[in-house]
Each structure stands twice: as structure tokens, then as C-alpha cells.
């Protein structure tokens, strides 16, 4: 079975100040990692996703991310916050093939609010 | 181009009520997961659909039940509502039976309130 722990459930920032939101997983197969955003009312928005290759991925709106993968984390980033980007955030692992292959599972989610 | 479509927006039922939400995928994809996403959790994986066939099912109880239908969209039914169905419930759209590496495409949601 898979598990995504996000380890913050609200992260408070200013405006233009970096952040990081932290997700590890935990799969005993090859895994897909992404992270989603979610702005209040709507459905789920892709911002980024691993599927192999270089471990840092790029995402829309800034966000990158970094696959660990001896530290089992996924964690997301961002240089300069913008007022804009606050909504919630949420880590999401699937199987890279085989059974369970279209399944994805989520964390928890993590709240950004950035003050301007 | 259209993206995925859920109906009604809203929806507010009796306990023991039974209920439908349907979901019409984005243009071109042929495969429809349902999520379930309570009140401050993460999404959960009901089931998915693909070939009018359930291929995948998560830890739901027989009481959600789905459909598909030839032109790919797709109905949740849930019978017998209880007050802990309450969530806002996620249609994702993909193709080719799986999706996961392509990215799925999801719509904004039916939120279900059960009194």
C-alpha cells in the first residue's frame, strides 16, 4: 500500500519570500509524484509532475520540485510567493505501472496563505 | 476545448436518500476516475472506468457504484446516503485506461451534503 504525509497542514508566508511545502511517500514499487493545487470552489489543478529523468522538475507558475528518492520526498518550492498563490497544495504518488497504475493517492494537503 | 464537466454543481440529500453525479470527460479522453474529498482531507480514490468496465476500485463500500457509457461519460450513484458521504466529489478525466503519466484532467466537483 501507498502513503503520502504532508508534513505541514498550514504554511503562512509573506509575499516575495521563498517556500518549500514538504511531502514525503512511502510505495514499495516504482512510483509517479505530483503535486496538485486546489483554489477555494474548483477542482484540482496538475502543477507539476516526476515521472523519471532529472530529479528536478518544473511546474507551471514558478513551482518546482526535487525527487529524493533514498529520502523518499518530493518537495515543492517556490523562490518568490505572490498573493496569488495562495490555495491548497496537495502531494500525490501513483504506481509507475502495473496494477493500481491509474490510482492516485493523496495527502492531506498543505494551506499556503501568503500576507502581503 | 471543453474540459471535464460535473453536474449539478450542488446537492443536498436526505440520509437513505440514493443519489447520481454525472461526468463528462474532456474531448478525446476515454477513461473516468470519481473521488471523494471531505471536509479538510485529500481526494480518495473511489473507483475508475474504461470501456464501460470498473477497472480499479478503492476502499468504498458496495453502496457507490458507477457507470459508463459509450461516449465516455460516466455516473456515481450512492444508495442508502449516510451523513459521513458528505464531501465534494471529483470527476478526472484520461486516457487510455490509466492516465496517471499523462495527467488527469479534473473538474470542479459536486458538492454533496447529506442531513
Known amino acids: 500500500a501507498q502513503s503520502v504525509t504532508q508534513l505541514d497542514s498550514q504554511v503562512p508566508v509573506f509575499e516575495e519570500a521563498p517556500v518549500e511545502l514538504r511531502c514525503n511517500y512511502s510505495s514499495s514499487v516504482s512510483v509517479y509524484l505530483f503535486w496538485y493545487v486546489q483554489y477555494p470552489n474548483q477542482g484540482l489543478q496538475l502543477l507539476l509532475k516526476?515521472?523519471?529523468?532529472?530529479?528536478l522538475v518544473k511546474g507551471i507558475n514558478g513551482f518546482e520540485a526535487e525527487f529524493n528518492k533514498s529520502q523518499t520526498s518530493f518537495h515543492l518550492r517556490k523562490p518568490s510567493v505572490h498573493i496569488s498563490d495562495t490555495a491548497e497544495y496537495f502531494c500525490?504518488?501513483?504506481?509507475?505501472?502495473?496494477?493500481?497504475?491509474?490510482?492516485?493517492?493523496f495527502g492531506q494537503g498543505t494551506i499556503l496563505t501568503v500576507h502581503p | 476545448d471543453a474540459g471535464v464537466t460535473q453536474s449539478p454543481t450542488h446537492l443536498i440529500k436526505t440520509r437513505g436518500q440514493q443519489v447520481t453525479l454525472r461526468c463528462s470527460p474532456k474531448?478525446?479522453?476515454?477513461?473516468v476516475s470519481w473521488y471523494q474529498q471531505a471536509l479538510g482531507q485529500g481526494p480518495q480514490f473511489i473507483f475508475q472506468y474504461y470501456e464501460e468496465e470498473e477497472r480499479q476500485r478503492g476502499n468504498f463500500p458496495d453502496r457507490f457504484s458507477g457507470h459508463q457509457f459509450p461516449n465516455y461519460s460516466s455516473e456515481l450513484n450512492v444508495n442508502a446516503l449516510l451523513l459521513g458521504d458528505s464531501a465534494l466529489y471529483l470527476c478526472?478525466?484520461?486516457?487510455?485506461?490509466?492516465?496517471?503519466?499523462?495527467?488527469?484532467?479534473f473538474g470542479s466537483g459536486t458538492r454533496l451534503t447529506v442531513v
Open positions: 500525490a504518488v501513483s504506481n509507475a505501472g502495473g496494477t493500481s497504475y491509474g490510482k492516485l493517492t
Open positions: 478526472a478525466s484520461s486516457l487510455g485506461g490509466g492516465g496517471t503519466n499523462y495527467g488527469y484532467t
Open positions: 474531448s478525446g479522453h476515454d477513461t
Open positions: 516526476y515521472l523519471s529523468g532529472s530529479t
